[in-house]
């Protein structure tokens, strides 16, 4: 038989098996539903970036230097603190953006690995959940930032608000799985949510970072201007 009533209630109770059956079959409905935005989120960003993209921009010059090393550049050595006027003037707030985006990262490689492999247990629970609990203190800090400085107010739009919130809402949510608070499928549906949302707002931007940063480089790198030390020893004669 299914199940039996219990002599208390009359309610019909299911067996031990079925009841892991069905969470097992919720479980991989969850998962589908989760792999679905992901490939909408791919191919939406992919789109977008075909279309921002218009067949590329077409150089006229002769080629001074190579386009890989400008990339190479643009992404390692012109990222360093002592490179960009931006972070040097305001090291902790790039100290704090880079805590948040940290957690955002592990957030993303749970979802990945409970894709991958739903059976994988925490391997240091403690740690990632403290580094975690960092990062949602940063989102939160940005965000109010974000809300009492009035020159980042005036040029807001409600997406910036709704991104940063998703975001810390799914740092939260790995700290929930993380220490047992949660399961594995309400992650996972909570982070459906931002991929679905990912193509239609600033999300977007974990893609377009990288494809901006690649576009600019090798332009600079073909021109000869990265590597910055290659130009520079040019102009000094050296």
């Given at each position: 038989m299914p199940g039996r009533g219990t002599p208390e209630t009359?309610?019909?109770?299911?067996?031990?098996?079925?009841?892991?059956?069905?969470?097992?079959?919720?479980?991989?409905?969850?998962?589908?539903?989760?792999?679905?935005?992901i490939v909408w989120a791919i191919l939406l960003l992919l789109v977008q970036?075909?279309?921002?993209?218009?067949?590329?921009?077409?150089?006229?010059?002769?080629?001074?230097?190579?386009?890989?090393?400008?990339?190479?550049?643009?992404?390692?050595?012109?990222?360093?603190?002592?490179?960009?006027?931006?972070?040097?003037?305001?090291?902790?707030?790039?100290?704090?953006?880079l805590l948040m985006h940290i957690g955002v990262f592990i957030s993303i490689v749970k979802v990945l690995i409970l894709l991958i492999s739903p059976g994988t247990a925490p391997i240091i629970p403690n740690f990632i959940s403290i580094l975690l609990g960092i990062s949602v203190i940063c989102g939160f800090y940005l965000f109010v930032r974000r809300i009492i400085t009035v020159d980042l107010r005036?040029?807001?739009?409600?997406?910036?608000?709704?991104?940063?919130?998703?975001?810390?809402?799914?740092?939260?949510?790995?700290?929930?799985?993380?220490?047992?608070?949660?399961?594995?499928?309400?992650?996972?549906?909570?982070a459906s949510i931002i991929y679905f949302y990912m193509p239609l707002g600033k999300l977007k931007h974990?893609?377009?970072?990288?494809?901006?940063?690649?576009?600019?480089?090798?332009?600079?790198?073909?021109?000869?201007?990265?590597?910055?030390?290659n130009s520079v020893k040019e102009r000094s004669g050296g």
């Amino acid at each position: 038989m299914p199940g039996r009533g219990t002599p208390e209630t009359g309610r019909l109770c299911l067996s031990p098996d079925i009841a892991h059956t069905k969470s097992s079959q919720l479980f991989e409905t969850e998962r589908i539903v989760a792999l679905i935005s992901i490939v909408w989120a791919i191919l939406l960003l992919l789109v977008q970036w075909y279309i921002a993209w218009g067949g590329g921009r077409i150089e006229f010059s002769a080629p001074s230097g190579r386009a890989i090393s400008g990339i190479i550049y643009n992404f390692t050595i012109a990222m360093l603190p002592s490179h960009k006027e931006s972070i040097s003037k305001h090291p902790m707030k790039f100290v704090i953006g880079l805590l948040m985006h940290i957690g955002v990262f592990i957030s993303i490689v749970k979802v990945l690995i409970l894709l991958i492999s739903p059976g994988t247990a925490p391997i240091i629970p403690n740690f990632i959940s403290i580094l975690l609990g960092i990062s949602v203190i940063c989102g939160f800090y940005l965000f109010v930032r974000r809300i009492i400085t009035v020159d980042l107010r005036s040029m807001s739009v409600p997406d910036d608000y709704i991104s940063i919130l998703l975001t810390i809402g799914l740092m939260i949510m790995a700290i929930a799985h993380e220490t047992g608070q949660i399961l594995s499928g309400a992650f996972l549906i909570y982070a459906s949510i931002i991929y679905f949302y990912m193509p239609l707002g600033k999300l977007k931007h974990v893609l377009f970072f990288f494809i901006a940063r690649a576009e600019y480089g090798g332009r600079l790198g073909y021109r000869g201007v990265y590597p910055v030390h290659n130009s520079v020893k040019e102009r000094s004669g050296g």
